[in-house]
């Protein structure tokens, strides 16, 4: 396990991937910050809502901009517990959300580190500044459990 106690944002997000998990979807949960408060949270539910688009990220991001009334999260941090997909990281770009904090990477489906590395685009009209790993070690054990139990 980690070394430092884990932030209490990341920890947030991990019980929403705990919730997605509960409810048979893929265990990625996400929660938006700004200025220190929890503004919106998310867990995955593509199944559940039957909607390919419903992704932790971007239930996050929908839910924040409705709470605080702008599509533009401007100084909202994204805590979110996998490397975003490229669907999920060009939201992050069109809600110009300032940080991005996730736990583990993801080798096939990210789109950060990964795959389109969709920020290091030269098209890409903002680039949020970008925190790896953290949480990473129980992000990425909840879901190697997940896929365990269904093979």
């Known amino acids: 396990m980690n070394r430092w106690p884990l932030p209490e944002y990341m920890q947030m997000a991990l019980a929403q991937a705990r919730e997605a998990e509960a409810a048979g979807e893929v265990p990625i949960g996400a929660v938006v910050v700004k200025d220190g408060q929890v503004i919106a949270t998310g867990r995955n539910g593509p199944r559940e809502r039957c909607d390919p688009t419903s992704h932790a990220e971007m239930e996050a991001i929908r839910s924040a901009a409705r709470a605080l ?41 990210g789109a950060v580190e990964h795959g389109v590395r969709v920020f290091e685009q030269e098209q890409c009209l903002h680039r949020p500044e970008v925190y790896t790993g953290i949480g990473e070690v129980e992000a990425a054990e909840l879901l190697r459990k997940f896929f365990r139990t269904r093979r």
């Open 69 to 109: 009334g702008n599509e533009r999260l401007e100084d909202c941090d994204l805590w979110v517990t996998l490397e975003p997909c490229a669907m999920c990281a060009g939201a992050i770009v069109h809600a110009r959300i300032a940080r991005l904090y996730y736990g583990a990477p993801d080798p096939k489906g």
